[in-house]
Each structure stands twice: as C-alpha cells, then as structure tokens.
C-alpha cells in the first residue's frame, strides 16, 4: 500500500512538474518558476523515499498491480494534456477577440495580427500532440477491454 501511494504521489508530482515548466515558459512568471523548482524538490524526496522503501522491503514491490497503476497514470497524463491544450487555445481565443490585435480589411472582413499565436503555444501544443495519442489511446484500450472482458 505504501508503494502505491508514493507511485501516485510521484506520478502526481511528475505530472504537476511538467505543467509548471509550461506555465512559466508561456507567462515567464517567478510563481511558475518556484513551483517548478519546488516540484523537483519533491520529485527527489519521494523517488528517495521510495528507493529505500524498496530496498528494504523488495517484498511490498511485489505486491504491486503495475498494470492498473499505468493505467491509471496514463489516463492523468492525457487529462493534463488535454487541459494544457484547453488552456492554450483559450488564450489564443482571448488574445483573438482584444481589438488590439486584429483589424478589418478593404471587404469588412476580421485580419488577425500574427500576435494571436505566440510561438512557444505553438510548440508546446505539437509537443504535447503524441503524448496525448498515446496515453489516450492507451487509456481507453485498456477501459474497454476492462468493460468488456472485465479485466485490465
């Protein structure tokens, strides 16, 4: 149980790890940037904590359903990444309808300046693209072999 619980405690930290290096890639806040700094801090301490409890008792290791746990860990990796993707397209929507950043051509037509799209949402968007394939893909296999079949 105990390994469980640091195993998803460190995927949840994982997780939040990365979702603070893009908050402070696309804000280049100091608050983003603690966070991160933070979440690696903790990444350490609960990856230690979990080596020694391994190393002592290589027994409750055992005793891990590994396949639930990915499970389980690639269904929050694709909600994250779905949120993340949410995130950028509504800031880009936001920054769309700023009349700062559009303007009307000779027809009566809405031309949006190029500072819609910030190059960093750009790649953090296609970077995130097959994380999200994967993890989905993976997350509803195994949910539909677990409906159907009962089993993971």
């Known amino acids: ?27 280049r ?13 903790g990444n350490i301490v609960l990856a230690g904590a979990l080596t020694v ?3 002592f008792r290589p027994d409750l290791i055992r005793n891990v359903n590994l396949q639930f746990l990915l499970w389980m860990m690639a269904g929050l990796i694709m909600v ?10 509504r800031n880009m929507y936001r920054r769309s309808q700023d009349p700062e950043n559009y303007h009307f051509n000779f027809f009566g037509k809405k ?7 910030l190059q960093e949402e750009i790649y953090i968007f296609l970077f995130t693209i097959p ?3 994967f993890c989905g893909a993976y997350f509803f296999a195994r949910l539909v072999n677990l409906i ?4 993971l």
Do not use: P
């Not at 149980?1 to 804000?27: N, P």
């Not at 100091?30 to 979440?39: A, D, H, K, Y």
């Open 1 to 27: 149980m105990v390994i469980r619980i640091i195993l998803l405690l460190l995927q949840i930290s994982f997780t939040a790890h990365i979702y603070f290096l893009i908050q402070y890639v696309l804000r």
């Open 148 to 151: 159907m079949f009962g089993q």
């Open 111 to 117: 031309v949006l300046h190029s500072k819609v799209v």
């Open 80 to 89: 994250i990444m779905i949120m993340i993707k949410i995130t950028i397209l």
């Open 29 to 41: 806040e100091g608050r983003s940037l603690r966070r991160f700094i933070n979440t690696a801090i």
């Open 53 to 55: 409890v391994v190393i």
């Open 131 to 133: 994380f999200f394939l």
